[in-house]
């Protein structure tokens, strides 16, 4: 056996194939998905991801549209007001995922704001991107803007 391994190394080396250290990198993207995880609120408030099989993981505008139709019949609820206009367009920054969403400002609870946010952000990440990102959502009216650059406190 070791006369074997000492081959093996001999003609490793005659080949010009040298040994490296192993080295850091980013983690790899993940954006094979059999669908996208949407971002509810259970029973105590709390924020609970919900995978909807679509088969594809999709755009964040796609994903924060779907999120805009409801819980369906998952046991979840959500503190965004029903509305038939689901379209959400997306801008991103460097540093910001900016979303207009097709609602008021009294539509949406801070919880379900935090909704919104975490499934853009989820989206982003499984595409990819970092972590570190930031979302911000604007509503139609009455307030242009939200209050505060936000982040999901989901993803770390």
Do not use: N
């Not at 971002?39 to 088969?55: A, H």
């Amino acid at each position: 056996m070791k006369r074997t391994w000492s081959l093996a190394l001999l003609l490793l080396a005659a080949c010009g194939i040298e040994p490296s250290a192993v080295e850091d990198s980013s983690e790899a993207p993940t954006g094979v998905a059999p669908g996208v995880t949407l971002y509810f609120l259970d029973e105590w408030g709390e924020l609970r991801p919900q995978l909807r099989e679509t088969g594809r993981l999709g755009t964040i505008a796609e994903a924060v549209g779907l999120l805009l139709t409801g819980a369906g019949h998952s046991g979840l609820r959500t503190e965004i007001a029903p509305s038939s206009v689901t379209r959400v367009v997306v801008t991103t920054t460097p540093e910001v995922v900016e979303l207009a969403v097709p609602l008021t400002a009294g539509d949406v609870t801070p919880r379900g704001i935090d909704q919104i946010v975490c499934t853009a952000l989820g989206v982003h990440v499984q595409s990819g991107g970092a972590r570190t990102m930031k979302a911000q959502v604007r509503f139609v009216q009455p307030t242009p803007v939200s209050d505060v650059v936000r982040t999901c406190p989901l993803i770390r």
